[in-house]
């Protein structure tokens, strides 16, 4: 469960696209299919081997949550439909988030550096401490990373 700008409700995948089932103001139990896009490749879900442990691994439904977030913003201030660019596949840096589903990344090519600013300003007034969105020279990259 997640409480978010359409009310409480939970997110879920169907094949390839990621729904949210919306309740509360007035949404009850409406359905909103994600407009994000995914790079060829990109793992939401899997066996992941980690620190030598082997372990099924997918996306957290507060990552999901966040990723929900960014595409409603990218969509307000540009209009482009965010593309995912890497999930638990990868090499990653010791400590990194995306081999736990906790951490995504998406293509930030097609924005200028001002809609990028300004997509990181709106996030960052939007959730809360507990999500990091950071702005790199080719993407953004979310991770969900629970400090408090």
């Not at 469960?1 to 949210?20: A, D, I």
């Amino acid at each position: 469960m997640y409480y978010g700008g359409y009310g409480e409700g939970y997110y879920y995948w169907h094949r390839t696209r990621l729904f949210v089932v919306c309740y509360g103001s007035g949404h009850n139990g409406y359905i909103k299919q994600s407009r994000m896009k995914y790079k060829n490749g990109v793992v939401s879900r899997g066996i992941v081997h980690y620190n030598g442990k082997e372990q099924q691994v997918e996306w957290t439904k507060d990552l999901m949550y966040g990723m929900g977030v960014f595409e409603q913003i990218s969509i307000d201030v540009t209009g482009i439909e965010p593309v995912v660019t890497c999930g638990l596949e990868g090499l990653h840096s010791d400590g990194s988030f995306h081999p736990l589903g906790k951490a995504v990344d998406f293509r930030r090519r097609y924005y200028s550096d001002e809609q990028a600013k300004e997509i990181l300003r709106r996030f960052n007034i939007r959730l809360d401490k507990n999500f990091d969105l950071i702005l790199e020279s080719d993407h953004f990259h979310l991770e969900h990373d629970v400090k408090y």
